[in-house]
């Protein structure tokens, strides 16, 4: 089937976006779904700086690739083998499909999957298909996912069922924006009742993780950014205190305000600068958690006598450590119960044809979460 589909060329192209243009909306040829795969009518996705990281040319993928990751949309056909779905479930795509048999998979851990890794980074899906072309020239697949399209095929065990009533454009927040955020916290970090926590970088992950300490039941929660505008409405939903990361004595406000540092805070702004501000705003015995992706290679000094002797933590956290079929349910209950106002993140509404400017405005940090309805 013929579809339409936002489609990277070439990474690294100057900005503005809007003028350089390095989204092309085109026709894309989509084979059916194989053995073991779904078709999916893509409703809404999410801008995400994952997305952008490709763009600038920060995070190397094979060229050219169909981008998009984070998204909601039916189930138009399912391939033989497929039993989990059917046509017409609605469902929240999730970036990393696991195979459920390598060792983290079997351990619990699905968003380290060995093959799921091996293939984003070659751009197939798990099994190693490509099912988009250009004119019989491959278009390689972003994440197992390429949402920025009206459809896409995908593997199920990047679907999430959900219930038909939550709002598309709602429900694709959940399949990145959410879980990272609220998963760091809850998952990787398991904050504790009563605790402090700080959080640096309002975007749309750092954010979700404001709501994910406020749902965990911190006592204090403390946002972190540049933006008077951010952090104001960091308040709105569940920030105890702000603090502009540019103020000279940023760091010793909240070491003052915590009686020396917070329990927990989490660094989701991609930037070396912004980790050594969260290890440095952490008290003793505290603990870091990082999901923010700098360009890679880039590196922390850290000094080890005080990790030893303060017995601090400094973790990674990818996709917020979830198990995508556990925590994606769990974290729209609380979404359904007010306790994770995820609808506040929503800055716009936009076309296809608008991708480009917007992902000017995520670049810029005029934006928390916009998204692309089809």
Not at 208 to 226: E, K, T
């Amino acid at each position: 089937m013929q579809i339409r589909a936002a489609v990277l060329h070439q990474m690294g192209r100057p900005t503005p976006y809007a003028q350089s243009r390095p989204l092309t909306i085109q026709t894309l040829e989509l084979a059916p779904p194989g053995p073991g795969e779904v078709l999916v009518r893509i409703r809404a996705a999410g801008l995400c700086h994952s997305d952008l990281s490709v763009i600038d040319g920060n995070r190397a993928r094979p060229m050219p690739m169909a981008l998009g990751h984070e998204a909601a949309g039916v189930v138009v056909q399912t391939g033989e083998t497929v039993t989990r779905f059917k046509a017409g479930d609605h469902v929240v795509m999730t970036f990393t499909p696991s195979c459920g048999h390598c060792l983290p998979c079997a351990s619990g851990r699905p968003a380290l999957c060995e093959p799921g890794a091996a293939a984003s980074g070659a751009g197939t899906l798990i099994d190693g298909a490509i099912r988009l072309a250009d004119h019989d020239h491959p278009v390689y697949h972003h994440l197992g996912v390429s949402a920025f399209a009206d459809h896409a095929v995908v593997s199920p065990d990047s679907l999430v069922k959900i219930d038909p009533d939550i709002p598309f454009d709602e429900a694709a927040l959940f399949g990145c924006a959410v879980m990272t955020g609220v998963g760091a916290v809850i998952n990787t970090a398991k904050v504790e009742l009563g605790s402090s926590v700080a959080v640096v970088g309002l975007g749309g992950v750092g954010l979700a993780a404001i709501m994910g300490a406020y749902a965990a039941g911190a006592r204090r929660v403390i946002a972190v950014d540049l933006s008077d505008e951010k952090l104001d409405f960091a308040r709105t939903i569940g920030a105890t205190d702000t603090v502009n990361a540019a103020a000279p004595d940023a760091i010793d406000r909240i070491r003052a305000m915590t009686g020396g540092g917070v329990d927990y805070a989490f660094e989701m702004a991609g930037s070396i600068r912004a980790l050594d501000s969260a290890v440095a705003m952490t008290r003793r015995g505290g603990t870091t958690v990082t999901a923010g992706l700098p360009p890679g290679g880039a590196t922390l000094p850290v000094d080890i006598a005080r990790l030893v002797g303060e017995e601090r933590a400094l973790r990674g956290s990818y996709m917020g450590s979830c198990v995508p079929t556990r925590d994606i349910p769990r974290f729209i209950a609380l979404y359904r119960e007010g306790r994770l106002p995820v609808d506040k993140l929503l800055s716009a509404r936009l076309k296809l044809e608008d991708i480009n400017e917007g992902f000017d405005k995520l670049r810029e940090a005029k934006a928390i979460r916009q998204v692309i309805v089809m």
